[in-house]
């Protein structure tokens, strides 16, 4: 049972264009929305982070937009380029006692982008 | 940079087999976790742990156990490989549980 939904599962985009992937979620305990990026034979690596006290948070091209009362968030790229050809892993935490806020992963999205 | 060490990147191994995946950080990190990926499944936690001799189940734990014998090293063990097994492991390390870093992950194939 996921607890962070995400979609689509694969994406195509020609370079240039926006890719955008969305989440939702239904634990209203979550506080902490981040994104991973992997790339083939790599491990995940944090790309950007948002807290619910924001609707939008913006570097460089990767923006993530946030809607609390839908309990959605997502991540868009503008002008997405080839290099961007990636797993996304959008994730979400709450307070675990012992070990600080634990990650949930959504399902993540295989982008690829096309010259 | 934190840096998380996985032992192997490709490993091959029998039903039936004790398998023991390694994990090392080098940053003096209290949380260490354990995740099975799988296509369409997204990362699902196997285990972690929060100390030195500390663990907690994930949702996944079945088939599996971890020892936490130091705090830099967090170990996966297989008891007896199945081939339900068969997947990518990857090891991530944290400060308070934000800011996970992923190891380059074990892609474990048990045949």
């Known amino acids: 049972q996921q607890q962070v939904k995400q979609s689509p599962q694969s994406l195509i985009v020609q370079k240039g264009g926006i890719s955008i992937i969305n989440c939702a979620y239904e634990n209203t305990a979550f506080d902490y929305f981040p994104w991973y990026q992997q790339f083939p034979g790599k491990g995940p690596a944090l790309l950007i982070a948002i807290r619910p006290d924001v609707s939008e948070k913006k570097e460089g091209r990767f923006t993530i937009s946030f809607n609390k009362s839908a309990k959605q968030f997502s991540l868009h790229i503008m002008d997405s380029q080839p290099g961007d050809s990636a797993t996304y892993f959008c994730?979400?935490?709450?307070?675990?006692?012992?070990?600080?806020?634990?990650?949930?992963f959504g399902g993540g999205t295989r982008l690829m982008v096309k010259p | 940079d934190v840096k998380v060490t996985q032992s192997s990147r490709y490993l091959v191994k029998r039903t039936g087999e004790k398998v023991f995946l390694e994990c090392v950080q080098d940053m003096d990190h209290e949380n260490m976790f354990w995740y099975r990926q799988d296509p369409g499944l997204g990362l699902r936690l196997i285990y972690f742990s929060y100390d030195v001799k500390m663990k907690e189940k994930g949702d996944i734990p079945e088939g599996y156990s971890v020892s936490r014998e130091k705090k830099e090293r967090f170990s996966l063990i297989l008891e007896s490989a199945s081939t339900n097994q068969t997947s990518m492991y990857l090891c991530a390390s944290s400060l308070q549980g934000l800011g996970y870093t992923f190891g380059s992950g074990t892609r474990l194939t048990v045949v």
């Open positions: 994730a979400a935490s709450a307070k675990n006692n012992n070990a600080g806020n634990m990650l949930t």
